[in-house]
């Protein structure tokens, strides 16, 4: 299994509060990714990193950014949790095209 | 822009009955890759297989086969003698080799129930 954990796997917060999720890999993948799931819409990828301090957009990127400082860490931040961003978000890792993608546990966010 | 479609959105069969699910994709690339995920009912993404556009070539695992069609854009996954266990959602998910990042885009999942 690849080494991926996700922090923290549930949340609950209100509407307006900042959020940070953050996704932490042991496997020394050069790529990273943050996907929303949202039932009849599989996933959709938010943003990505393609190495330490480089990110980019991905199709629902709207109301999140992201950080990667250290090759093992990235950071998925919601400035302002809206309930539109309720959903299951998932952290994957990937050695770059064309390789195949890994997927972290999952956190759930609700935003009340 | 690429795009997958599931269009069963769920399907329910019996233990030993043999299940298609289907994955029909578009893209403009000439090179792309294709996958399938597995997500059973405790939530995590599981691979299940990747095949790039040049190989057309049916592969079977066990009792999973997948059949890729570029002439009907299609890459369908079938479980022979389906077991409980099988019960999950699966995703189909592209990407394309234009693409530096490597995005995968998915289809919006099959939800397939083996019943015993």
């Known amino acids: ?112 | 822009a690429q795009k997958v479609t599931q269009a069963q959105t769920e399907i329910s069969v019996v233990e030993k009955e043999d299940v298609t699910l289907d994955c029909v994709y578009e893209t403009r690339d000439t090179t792309y890759y294709l996958f399938w995920y597995k997500q059973p009912p405790s939530g995590e993404l599981v691979f299940l297989i990747r095949r790039n556009s040049f190989d057309e070539q049916n592969e079977i695992s066990g009792r999973y086969s997948w059949n890729f069609q570029k002439s009907t854009s299609s890459f369908n996954f079938t479980i022979t003698a389906s077991q409980v266990v099988d019960s999950a959602v699966y995703f189909c998910a592209l990407s394309e080799e234009v693409d530096a990042g490597n995005m995968l885009t998915f289809g919006g999942g099959t939800r397939l129930m083996v019943k015993p």
């Not at chain 1, 080494?3 to 509407?15: A, D, L, N």
């Not at chain 1, 949202?38 to 990193?49: A, F, K, Q, T």
């Not at chain 1, 950071?75 to 890792?93: G, K, N, P």
């Open chain 1, 1 to 112: 299994d690849a080494g991926i954990t996700q922090s923290p796997r549930h949340k609950v917060t209100e509407t307006g509060t900042p959020v940070t999720l953050r996704c932490h890999q042991t496997e020394n993948h050069r790529y990273m990714y943050w996907y929303r799931q949202d039932p009849g819409h599989g996933l959709r990828l938010i943003h990505y990193s393609y190495g330490v301090k480089d990110t980019d957009k991905g199709e629902v990127s709207d109301g999140y950014s992201v950080s990667r400082s250290k090759t093992e860490d990235f950071l998925l931040t919601l400035e302002s949790a809206t309930s539109s961003q309720t959903s299951v978000y998932f952290c994957a890792i990937s050695y770059g095209p064309p390789n195949e993608q890994f997927f972290g546990p999952g956190t759930r966010l609700t935003v009340l």
